[in-house]
């Protein structure tokens, strides 16, 4: 075996899931936002994390504006 080898020489192509990469953070949910993304993830077989994920991915790709008004 070699003491060194060239890393950047042995793959030359970059990771094509690179981009979809997941970053862990921490964050407060309410509960019955959690309780809803639980129930609707039973419903279509994933974990409610991944749906939770799927949901803020298809925000933020669609450049979706939140519409609050406080009363």
Known sequence: ???EY???SL???RNPY???LKKQ????IN???IAYFKEQA?????PYQTLINLYLTDCAEKKRKLDLTWK
């Open 1 to 3: 075996m070699r003491e």
């Open 6 to 8: 060239d890393i950047e």
């Open 11 to 13: 793959n030359p192509r």
């Open 18 to 20: 690179s981009k979809w």
């Open 25 to 28: 953070i921490t964050i407060n």
């Open 31 to 33: 509960e019955q936002a």
């Open 42 to 46: 039973e419903e279509v077989g994933i």
